[in-house]
């Protein structure tokens, strides 16, 4: 070390650290260093203001019709306007309907994995943490839920309540905190054991605190790495369910129902079909992005490694 | 090494009874099944009757005892739309999803393994950026979407393969490359990073160090380590291609237990769904108890307990 910089009196040393960054400047830094996390961040934004300023910057209604419009193909332009991404079998604008379809993809992936989160997480906290016949007893209810493929799982609940946006959002979030469970139990084994937990127990808390204090926010970055991985599963869920008609029905526009549309159609009208599936592969990547972005981030001891 | 198979072969009897209750109850969701299938016409005196003669008249319980009871002997009721045993039904279409399940993770196998291990031996290259890029975007890509853009571009425009069908060999290739593509983009990714976690480890270093050829090393010592997690997140991806192949079997008509299952979902031949549930949970199951044993044939370390 330089002998001079002992000589430096406190005052200037603090003088000579860099000011104090505000927390979203230091996330924001932290991203810039990854393209995945820049992408993905990127996709992501671009479609969540789309699905709230969608009407505003929309070039046509998504539900109106264009007679001379129909089975026109992207590129087309007419006296009512113009059409970059073609036209569907009632002359409706592909683009605007995948502008409109962005709200249902966001609201199902949010809301669905906003449920299905809180309930895994407090499903795993309990099992992890209470243990014995209980945690056995849980888990075992996780492995029978976890032989039946999620996305059967959903079609075959749909099919049996009914369909509808609303529903299909409950049902998703009802049945995705499957994948929650078993990892978030095998987080709190793990922290249950920590020297800072047995410390806290030394110190008089109670079992109550333990868990909600010390346990519960070590397991946070696990389930928030999760609920990225969840918002993509969960849209595409949404999207194979409409498209087989299991799912949201007309007149809601998805991406799923627009597939559906397309495959009517695929003999003639290529587009209907290829771009609302490039919309929702787009998305879903920067979910992807972001959610692999969030696990380097969260998670240092794998930064790098996968 | 008994004592673990038995025990295993234990808890595989339990989850499928616990697959059992959750498929009589999802099937009990929508309230009253007679009312469901029902015609309006019907007096409440008819619908009594009906209740009664499919039993539904009685607690859940019994007739859950019931249901499993006969389930057990292999009767798992009739298909009021084929009119046959929904046991038959069910099986009659089994083979040909695991026809397509298996060309599917056959593709998925042959292209992930080598692209994984190139992509960890060549880490941070482009080569690995182009694989694992192509790793997520086959990841992301709904699969039912591939299908219907292979449809577009080899039915409608090349006219060489069959859009819909199993009547020729050539129709199992497109459905299989659609669930191949998104098994290969899982695979992948684990095989890189298991590959990435084995190559760090001290006797891969001692291999290279005494002087073992570069290939040798990778085959022999690397690989063989890495296949232990494949080989796990394999048995996983397996409920992700069952879940898949019902999407994709509706896309390409091809007559498997999945577009059985949407079929018969939406005209509501109950006892087809739930004899389709339980199968397909049987057959995951069982496979992931397969895989555990070959796990012990790979790894002698694994200890049973």
Request: no cysteine; glycine share 10%; proline share 4%.
């Amino acid at each position: 070390m330089d002998t001079q910089s002992s000589h430096l009196s406190k005052a200037e040393a603090i003088a000579e650290m860099p000011a104090p960054r505000s927390l979203p400047f230091r996330v924001l830094s932290i991203l810039a260093q990854s393209p995945v996390g820049v992408a993905g961040s990127l996709i992501v934004t671009v479609v969540v203001v789309l699905a709230f300023i969608g009407p505003v910057i929309s070039p046509h209604d998504p539900q109106g019709r264009n007679i001379r419009g129909r089975f026109q193909p992207p590129g087309y332009a007419d006296s009512v306007g113009s059409y970059i991404l073609g036209n569907d079998q009632l002359g409706r604008d592909i683009l605007s309907r995948i502008i409109a379809g962005s709200r249902v993809s966001v609201l199902v992936g949010v809301v669905s994995v906003l449920i299905s989160g809180t309930i895994g997480v407090i499903y795993g906290l309990i099992s992890g943490f209470v243990g014995g016949i209980v945690d056995n007893v849980l888990m075992r209810i996780v492995d029978g839920l976890l032989a039946i493929p999620f996305i059967i799982l959903v079609i075959a609940i749909s099919g049996v309540v009914g369909a509808g946006l609303s529903t299909l959002i409950l049902i998703l979030g009802f049945t995705g905190w499957i994948t929650y469970a078993r990892v978030i139990r095998g987080e709190v084994l793990k922290v249950r054991e920590m020297e800072y937990v047995i410390a806290a127990y030394a110190l008089g808390q109670s079992r109550r605190k333990v868990m909600l204090i010390h346990i519960l926010p070590n397991v946070v970055s696990s389930a928030i790495v999760l609920a990225a991985v969840q918002v993509g599963v969960t849209i595409l869920a949404e999207s194979s369910l409409s498209f087989l008609g299991l799912g949201v029905k007309p007149p809601t526009v998805t991406w799923g129902l627009m597939l559906s549309d397309g495959r009517q159609y695929i003999n003639s009208a290529w587009w209907m079909t290829a771009f609302p599936g490039i919309a929702i592969t787009i998305t879903v990547l920067g979910v992807v992005f972001l959610g692999d972005w969030l696990r380097d981030f969260l998670d240092p001891n794998v930064r790098g490694r996968a | 090494m008994r004592g673990f198979l038995i025990s295993r072969l234990i808890q595989l009897v339990v989850t499928m009874f616990i697959v059992s209750v959750v498929v009589f109850l999802i099937l009990r969701l929508s309230g009253d099944p007679v009312m469901v299938v029902a015609p309006d016409f019907f007096s409440q005196e008819q619908i009594d009757q009906m209740r009664k003669f499919w039993g539904f008249d009685r607690p859940l319980g019994e007739q859950y005892i019931t249901f499993i009871t006969k389930a057990i002997s292999g009767d798992f009721g009739t298909s009021y739309l084929k009119k046959l045993p929904a046991m038959e039904v069910v099986l009659n279409r089994l083979g040909n999803t695991w026809i397509l399940a298996a060309a599917s993770a056959a593709i998925g196998i042959t292209v992930a393994v080598p692209l994984g291990v190139l992509s960890a031996l060549k880490r941070n290259s482009l080569l690995d950026l182009i694989i694992t890029s192509m790793s997520s975007l086959g990841t992301a890509m709904p699969s039912f979407w591939l299908g219907l853009m292979l449809i577009i571009i080899f039915s409608v425009h090349l006219r060489i393969l069959p859009a819909f069908g199993a009547h020729e060999p050539k129709a199992l290739i497109m459905p299989s490359i659609t669930l191949g593509v998104g098994m290969a983009a899982r695979l992948s990714r684990m095989t890189r990073s298991a590959m990435l976690e084995v190559l760090n480890q001290d006797y891969v270093r001692t291999a290279h160090s005494k002087g073992l050829m570069h290939n040798t090393v990778v085959m022999r010592h690397a690989l063989r380590n890495a296949l232990i997690p494949i080989v796990t997140v394999f048995g996983l991806q397996l409920g992700w291609l069952l879940g898949g192949s019902v999407v994709v079997e509706s896309v390409f008509s091809w007559p498997g237990l999945g577009r059985l299952m949407i079929e018969s979902i939406s005209v509501r031949d109950n006892t087809v769904v739930q004899a389709g549930l339980l199968w397909i949970a049987l057959s995951f199951i069982l496979i992931n108890y397969a895989i555990d044993v070959i796990y012990i044939i790979l790894d002698p370390r694994i200890k049973f307990q």
